[in-house]
């Protein structure tokens, strides 16, 4: 969908700007932006991520209650579930 469609642009974006040894800086409306950027992060480097939210955003489509994206973000940098054959350079 349009969600991954950006995600996945993003971390294209993110990983060629750490290529040409540049910081990226991300900004975005909704929380689901963390998922491109860290995937992106992770695509040339064993990386940490401290993750600060009030929700865990571990949910996938299939656990989901509300079927909000943006409480996937987390779930689908690290690739769980749905999400393994969709970013699995994330893990």
């Known amino acids: 969908g349009a969600v991954e469609t950006v995600c996945t642009r993003l971390a294209d974006a993110v990983s060629e700007s750490l290529t040409a040894g540049q910081t990226p ?22 990386v940490g991520v401290l993750w600060f939210d009030a929700h865990g955003d571990l949910n996938t489509p ?21 999400f393994e054959s969709t970013w699995a350079d994330a893990g």
């Not at 409306?29 to 992106?40: E, K, L, Y």
């Not at 989901?64 to 689908?76: D, E, I, R, W």
């Open 25 to 46: 800086l991300v900004l975005g409306g909704d929380h689901s932006v963390a998922t491109g950027s860290v995937v992106g992060t992770a695509r040339d480097a064993d």
């Open 62 to 82: 299939a656990t989901t209650p509300s079927g909000n994206v943006h409480g996937m973000a987390l779930a689908a940098a690290l690739g769980l579930g749905e």
